[in-house]
Structure formats: structure tokens, C-alpha cells
């Protein structure tokens, strides 16, 4: 996996393409936060579209995780342990993610994440094709990522920090939940308009 670890210490600058696309999920994902109370909208769904197809396997619920040295996942646990009211949690998680958190796009790791529940048949998919297309059309806006995938371990910083995020809203998450990170090769990808 040192692709996917190298990929975490990438600088923002590194592709026009990648700074982009960080951009516009910062923004797209604090409007999401504070007009659809946190719910994901198509901008944070993409579309899976498998190597040797041209019909999408489905969609995804990605997760857009801050890069380690910006990391925030202990104080999501700690807003998620505080108390045992959802609706309290939610909130709160609300609050803090529709204020700052999306912020500074240069703070946040290129690779995408997304759950799913174990023993999924699509994650198991997905991780034995190894690399996917990820479609993202919304807001007058299309990205199409050509990614690795990688199926991370309990350990991993991003598979934590998806964790954190996702029990903020769903605290029931099995513990055995499969997280898929999607790294794009940001030459091989594309967007219309090019906003290269």
C-alpha cells in the first residue's frame, strides 16, 4: 500500500486537476452541510463504473477525510461518545462540519472514502477489480476519477477518521464495516468543464 501512503503527504499543488476537484467538494460538501441538514446530495455520490464497463455498477457515499496532520477524528469520537441522544449528536456534528470544516481544501486527502456494510457482494467487487472510475455530476459540474482501490485497514488514519464521521450519523455502524478508499491517478482523469 505505499501508493495509498504516499498519496497522504501529496502536496495540494501537485495537479490542477486534483486542487480542482478538492475545491469544489469543499464547498458542495459545507452546502450539503448547511441547506440539506447533513444529508449527501450527488455531489458526494458518485457513480462506480468498473473497468471494461459503461454502466455504472452504482453509486457511492463518499467521504472527503482531512489529511492526517489536519486530522479531527478525535474530537468527532468524543462528539459521538458524549451522550447517547442521536439527535444531540447530529446536530452537533452538523454544527461543526457546516462551519469551518470544509474550509481549507488544501487540508484534505485526495482519496476518497466510502463504507460498506460486511460482507458486502459490491465491496467485494469493487476491491477484486482494483481500480474504478468514480462519475461525479452535480452543480453544473463533472469529474470523472480514475482510481485505485484499496481496501483499508482497521489502522489506517482514513479508515478511522470514516468511522468517526459516519458514527456521527449513524451510530449503529457495524464494527466490521468494510471502508474502500479510491485513490485518483489525476493524469488519467478528467472534467467538464476542464478546470485544468
Same mark, same amino acid.
Given at each position: 500500500m505505499s501508493s495509498l501512503a504516499a498519496t497522504l503527504g501529496t502536496s495540494f499543488d501537485?495537479?490542477?486537476? &486534483? &486542487? +480542482?476537484?478538492? #475545491?469544489? @467538494? !469543499? &464547498?458542495?460538501r459545507q452546502l450539503a452541510m448547511r441547506d440539506m441538514q447533513g444529508r449527501p446530495n450527488e455531489a458526494a455520490m458518485p457513480d462506480?463504473?468498473?473497468? %471494461? @464497463?459503461t454502466e455504472p455498477l452504482g453509486t457511492v457515499i463518499t467521504i472527503l477525510n482531512k489529511q492526517p +496532520? /489536519?486530522?479531527v477524528t478525535p474530537e468527532m469520537l468524543h462528539m459521538a461518545r458524549r451522550t447517547r441522544d442521536r439527535l444531540y449528536v447530529r446536530s @452537533? +456534528?452538523?454544527q461543526f462540519l457546516s462551519a469551518t470544516y470544509y474550509q481549507k481544501a488544501a487540508e484534505f486527502s485526495d482519496i476518497l472514502t466510502a463504507t460498506f456494510p460486511p460482507g458486502s457482494p459490491g465491496a467485494a467487487q469493487i476491491r477484486e477489480a482494483g481500480r474504478c472510475r468514480l462519475v461525479f455530476d452535480a452543480y453544473a459540474q463533472r469529474f470523472d476519477l480514475d !482510481? #485505485? $482501490?484499496? @481496501?483499508?485497514? *482497521?489502522?489506517?488514519?482514513? /479508515? *478511522?477518521? =470514516?468511522m468517526a464521521h459516519n458514527r456521527l450519523f449513524n451510530p449503529d455502524l457495524p464494527a466490521? =464495516? $468494510? $471502508?474502500? %478508499?479510491?485513490?485518483?491517478?489525476?493524469? +488519467?482523469?478528467a472534467s467538464d468543464p476542464n478546470l485544468t
Open positions: 501537485s495537479h490542477p486537476l &486534483r &486542487r +480542482a476537484f478538492l #475545491k469544489w @467538494q !469543499c &464547498r458542495v462506480v463504473i468498473l473497468p %471494461g @464497463q +496532520a /489536519h486530522s @452537533q +456534528a452538523i !482510481c #485505485k $482501490v484499496w @481496501q483499508l485497514a *482497521e489502522h489506517n488514519s482514513l /479508515h *478511522e477518521a =470514516t466490521e =464495516t $468494510v $471502508v474502500l %478508499g479510491f485513490e485518483p491517478e489525476w493524469a +488519467a482523469s
